[in-house]
């Protein structure tokens, strides 16, 4: 006990080093492309099936795409209008974007290396990846008919030296740029022309074999035969490249008359924006490689010569291959949720009786679109109240909002154009619910809404009741199956009351009222966070410490850093599983010595956030579509909401454990913003997995109390 005591004042004498300073923090873009190489990390793992590696080096190269077009893009423009402001971290602009040039090309070459020994392996598999030295007579002439009968009609070579302004070529395609001479014995002068490769076939043409699968790049056909389209010239040299635009279009919704037009223009807009980053295929041809720096305007720090695959995301399309499933890991079919008696349970009813909490992938995403189609159906039901962030591409749940429409109900959707690079799909959708009769909402200029609300406004026995589905996901039935996510559903009054009030915010209703159940952002959502960090502090004692744990995507928000940094220093333990960015230092001495960060990358891409508060023994846990990012606290509509029921509340708490308790995909951040695996001790806990195998278990439990408390009727006398 009095070592115990030595060591709180210990604590308490420790140095307290200003909070403001920039070595507390780590830049944020550094930060985020640690993740990707903890994705990379699973790509190059031996201990995973060889598809499953393909599809991760392939996310690799699809988060790289998005990371240049707006993070890189970002910092570009800030270098261009010649800012100089240092981000948390202490970084300029500039400083940032060498470090980001000189990590992400360390990046690609394990990438690319990480590729090469995969397509290897593959082959002992039967799946081989040919280049077109490598074909058969056979394979080479199925090849050229190939390109003569399939691609070619397709193809449109651009004389890009002879053409003025020269053409803008499109980004994240591949094309091969050549080198041309004239075969008429003159001496004409070289030529460069452009070939886009077609974006619409597939990127692996198969060939004939008598064994096995046999793939060669569509690119390498074409440029195995890219002579024929230019006649009376000789192809001295060609080389593969791909180009990466500034998509980081702002947009000015008060000068803008109609949204709608204005997100479409900025859609097509960036098909014309500057190049920020030029891939092209290692040891090109010198000329070819000056040419298109010259082009792109792009200095060498932003170009990456690739030795191996460009635009790896087509990977993508053989790791998905069906028939390879021995290559793959085994399937983990969505079971029904253990709060659901079964599949066929009517949900206004269930909802009446108890509160629902859907975790998934691992429990269906059914419930809710069977939800939204019952309640098309129900003549009781009045009104349907919905936020749509990003949904799939033949998405049921705007086949339901369409069909309530239809058949007479209030459907009120607030379709969130401005989700990046999914906002040409929201238009579509919003002028189809348009179409059908909804009345379609585009949000609070300003804000993004976030947010993950479902209410529904149901007449029953001479009264008005309603039922609510918050969640920390979209209303994606494609990304349900792949993203970790957290869905809550009840008829609780107060739940409903607010989320009515949500609504009517959005509407332009009312300003916003004293809510009971929901903290919003960009109004209250910051203050309740800091407030429910202070008050573990306050509740903290050396024998009872207080105990903070929080799974978020991304923790990049200064205030709340700082916050935590406080409460590590007033001896609060704090657990953190952080999937992404994460900008504060653990084990700092005096500082975060009692902050904890893991981060998990397995098969499904972890997005739930969950918030736990031990407050002095009385639990609380919260569930939310916000990270803690400034972004999601101060410039979107955030909702969050807590989970009464004692219930699902240890079922939450569970969770978290099982994600603290990971020791075969965690790994642990550590000061210098580097992580490592952490240590294996006991037996291995394998987070995803021990979620997958107590939901099959739940089912098996349900099925047994079904079964032994089933009615007995009498046989009729």
Not at 296 to 316: E, F, N, R
Not at 554 to 563: F, N
Request: proline share 5%.
């Amino acid at each position: 006990m009095a070592k115990r005591k030595d060591k709180d004042k210990k604590a308490k004498r420790a140095p307290r080093c200003s909070l403001k300073d920039p070595a507390l923090y780590i830049s944020r873009e550094l930060s985020w492309l640690e993740f990707n190489d903890r994705v990379l990390r699973e790509g190059l793992s031996a201990d995973l099936p060889l598809l499953e590696r393909l599809k991760f080096l392939s996310i690799v190269s699809s988060n790289l795409d998005e990371f240049f077009m707006v993070r890189v893009a970002g910092l570009r423009q800030q270098r261009a209008a010649g800012i100089r402001k240092r981000d948390l971290s202490g970084l300029t602009p500039v400083q940032q974007l060498g470090a980001i040039s000189e990590r992400v090309h360390r990046m690609v070459a394990e990438q690319s290396a990480g590729i090469c020994q995969v397509t290897e392996a593959l082959r002992a598999a039967g799946v081989h990846f040919l280049g077109m030295g490598e074909l058969t007579a056979e394979q080479r002439k199925y090849a050229d008919s190939f390109f003569r009968q399939e691609v070619r009609p397709i193809l449109t070579p651009l004389a890009v030296d002879q053409i003025e302004p020269c053409p803008v070529l499109p980004h994240l395609c591949l094309l091969l740029a050549v080198r041309l001479t004239p075969t008429d014995g003159g001496e004409g002068e070289e030529r460069i022309a452009v070939v886009p490769v077609p974006g619409g076939s597939p990127r692996f043409v198969a060939l004939p074999a008598r064994v096995g699968l046999h793939l060669v790049r569509l690119e390498d056909v074409i440029a195995a035969n890219v002579g024929s389209l230019f006649p009376g010239h000789r192809v001295e040299a060609h080389v593969t490249f791909r180009t990466t635009r500034d998509a980081d279009v702002a947009i000015q919704e008060d000068a803008a008359g109609d949204l709608l037009e204005a997100i479409e223009t900025a859609v097509r807009a960036r098909q014309r924006r500057e190049p920020v980053r030029l891939e092209i295929s290692a040891k090109a041809d010198r000329a070819l490689r000056k040419w298109l720096m010259a082009w792109s305007g792009l200095k060498s720090p932003d170009v990456y010569d690739v030795d191996g695959m460009l635009d790896a995301t087509s990977l993508m399309e053989i790791a998905l291959r069906p028939g390879l499933e021995k290559l793959k890991v085994p399937d983990w079919p969505p079971q029904p949720p253990r709060d659901l008696l079964d599949e066929r349970e009517d949900l206004f009813q269930a909802l009446q009786e108890r509160d629902v909490l859907l975790f998934h992938p691992y429990e269906s995403f059914s419930p809710v679109v069977r939800l939204m189609e019952q309640a098309a159906e129900d003549p009781s039901v009045l009104a349907i109240k919905q936020t749509l962030y990003r949904t799939s591409g033949d998405s049921p749940v705007i086949a339901a909002l369409e069909r309530a429409a239809q058949n007479g109900k209030q459907v009120i959707v607030l379709v969130e154009l401005k989700a990046r690079f999914d906002e040409a799909r929201n238009i579509v959708w919003a002028r189809r619910l348009e179409e059908a009769g909804a009345f379609v909402l585009y949000g609070i200029s300003g804000y993004k809404t976030h947010s993950k609300a479902l209410l529904i406004v149901r007449r029953e026995a001479h009264r008005i009741r309603r039922y609510v589905h918050l969640a920390t996901g979209n209303y994606n039935d494609k990304t349900a199956k792949l993203y970790s996510d957290i869905g809550f559903m009840t008829s609780d009054n107060d739940f409903a009351a607010d989320t009515a009030a949500f609504f009517n915010l959005l509407t332009g209703y009312s300003e916003q009222v004293g809510f009971s159940k929901l903290t919003i952002a960009p109004t209250g959502l910051r203050n309740r966070f800091v407030e429910l960090i202070e008050r573990e502090v306050a509740s903290s004692s050396p024998d009872e410490p207080g105990l903070i744990m929080a799974k978020v995507n991304s923790l990049h928000d200064k205030g709340i850093a700082r916050a935590l940094y406080r409460a590590s220093q007033a001896g609060v333990r704090i657990r953190l599983n952080v999937r992404g960015i994460c900008c504060l230092r653990p084990g700092i001495e005096g500082v975060s010595e009692n902050i904890e960060v893991v981060s998990i990358v397995d098969r499904y891409l972890e997005h739930a956030r969950i918030y736990y508060f031990r407050n002095a023994g009385h639990e609380e846990v919260y569930l939310s579509s916000a990270d803690w990012m400034a972004r999601n606290l101060d410039r979107r509509l955030e909702i969050l909401f807590p989970v009464p029921n004692a219930k699902l509340r240890r079922r939450l708490i569970g969770l978290l454990e099982t994600f603290f308790a990971d020791n075969v995909k965690a790994r642990r951040l550590l000061p210098d913003g580097s992580y490592e695996r952490v240590q294996r001790k006991g037996k291995p806990i394998r987070a995803q997995e021990a979620f997958y195998r107590a939901a099959v278990e739940a089912v098996r439990t349900n099925a047994k109390a079904r079964v032994r408390f089933q009615p007995v009727t009498r046989p009729d006398a």
